[in-house]
Structures are given as C-alpha cells and as structure tokens.
C-alpha cells in the first residue's frame, strides 16, 4: 500500500506511521527525520536544511524533490512506503506525481490528520524523542516511564530544536500557506481520507487500521 500521511507539525503523523510500520510491515518514509539526520552528521545536504528548519521554513522544494526521487528510485518497496511530511506544497506534490508515474507506481490514499490548533502547541512543545530508536513521547500526554528515557531501549531522549514556542507557531503558519492546499489536491484526485487527530492515538490507530483493512 502506497500511502501519504498529511497534517500540521504535531498531527500525529509520525506516531501513527510507526504504528502503521509496525502491524503491516510498511515502511515510513520521513522527510523529517532524513534532513535531521543529515544535519546530525554535517552532510552538504543538512547544512543546507540547517537553517530553514531552525526557522521553521520549509527546506526549497528542489531539494526535498530530489531526497524522494532518490529513495523510491533506489528502495524497493515490496509492501508499500508511508511518505511522512511530503509532499508539503502544491509543487512538491506535482513532482510527486511524475516521479510515480515515471516509476509506474500507483499512489494509493492520502491520509489527513484533521486536528485543531490549540492542542499542537503542548503536542509539540512536550514532545520528546528516543535518540537512539526515534520512539516518540509526549511530557504531557504519553510520557515515558522512567523520566527522560525510553520505554523501548533505555536511551534518552531529547527535544527537537524547532520544538519551541517562537519555532512552532512559524510552523503552524508555514503549514496553513503553503501545505493545507494540498487537501484540496487530493480530494479533487479523489485520493483523500480524513482522520480525527484529536482523539487518543489507539482510537485513531483502530480507525486507520479499519480504513485500511476495509
Ligand atoms: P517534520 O519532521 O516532518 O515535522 P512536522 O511536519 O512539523 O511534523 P511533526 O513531526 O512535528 O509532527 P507529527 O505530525 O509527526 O507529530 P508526532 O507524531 O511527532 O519536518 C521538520 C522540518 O523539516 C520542517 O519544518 C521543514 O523545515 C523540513 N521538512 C520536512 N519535510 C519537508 C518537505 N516535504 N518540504 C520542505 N521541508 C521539509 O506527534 C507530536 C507529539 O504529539 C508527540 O509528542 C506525540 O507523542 C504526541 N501525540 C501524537 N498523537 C497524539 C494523540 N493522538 N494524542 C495526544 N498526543 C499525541
Ligand atoms: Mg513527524
């Protein structure tokens, strides 16, 4: 199954996508997490992501293009991917659809985590990460057991940069130009399936795994 996961930063998508990794075998594909890693280890590429991540901007579309180009060309999906915070504007998802037809893979949905703002602020600003495994936490909502380390591995876990207040409402803002047009993209390719994002994570999991089972 070929799918894209849509949303605001702290929608949820990256939990529900391991989740989805988990039961069906399908792996994520984080725009994300691959420019976080590249700035982790200074590559050409992370310091060109560096400071408009920092910002809360988008990295430039060319770029994000060519990350995905380059891992459905040299993957093989047997079970499918997960694309986890892309496409993020129009540009992108039209790139997106040559790319597949190129490639003649089918895109199957698109999943859109539907959730209103007042609670992604204390999503995002309490979440926390496993730095050794990427498990995710919430201070507030779903906390580790042992403070500060994860449930899964034992390492411990840290807090994203753009995870601060000033950062997060840029995000917000970024999100509302130039992603949410995208809903509009994909219902008008019939592709679009919405989720509740504001229920507790096991209800929107049992809602995903019916949708997608049925
Ligand atoms: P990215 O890493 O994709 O961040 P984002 O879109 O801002 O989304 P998040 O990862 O913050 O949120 P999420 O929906 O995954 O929520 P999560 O499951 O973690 O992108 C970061 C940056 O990289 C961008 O700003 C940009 O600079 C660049 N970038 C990436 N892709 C790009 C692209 N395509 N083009 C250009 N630039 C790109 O959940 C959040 C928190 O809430 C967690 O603590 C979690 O435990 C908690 N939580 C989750 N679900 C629930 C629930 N149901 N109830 C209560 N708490 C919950
Ligand atoms: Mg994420």
Do not use: H, W
């Amino acid at each position: 199954m070929n799918l894209i996961f849509l949303g605001a930063p702290g929608a949820g998508k990256g939990t529900q996508a391991k989740r989805v990794m988990e039961k069906y075998k399908i792996p994520q594909v984080s725009t994300g997490d691959i420019l976080r890693e590249a700035v982790k280890n200074n590559t050409p590429l992370g310091q060109k992501a560096q400071e408009f991540m920092n910002k809360g901007l988008l990295v430039p579309d060319g770029i994000v293009i060519g990350i995905i180009e380059e891992t459905l060309k040299d993957t093989s999906f047997s079970k499918g991917f997960i694309l986890d915070g892309f496409p993020r504007t129009i540009p992108q998802a039209e790139s997106l659809d040559k790319v597949l037809a190129k490639l003649s893979i089918n895109l199957d949905y698109v999943i859109n985590f539907q959730i209103v703002e007042e609670v992604l602020i204390k999503r995002l600003s309490g979440r926390r990460v496993c730095r050794e495994c990427g498990q995710l936490y919430n201070i507030y909502f779903n906390p580790p057991i042992k403070e500060n380390y994860c449930n899964q591995c034992g390492q411990e876990l840290y807090q994203r940069k753009d995870d601060n207040i000033e950062t997060i409402r840029e995000r917000l803002k970024v999100y509302d130009v130039q992603t949410a047009p995208l809903i509009e993209y994909y219902e008008n390719k019939r592709k679009l399936f919405t989720i509740d994002g504001n229920n507790e994570q096991g209800y929107i999991f049992s809602q995903l795994c019916n949708f997608l089972e049925n």
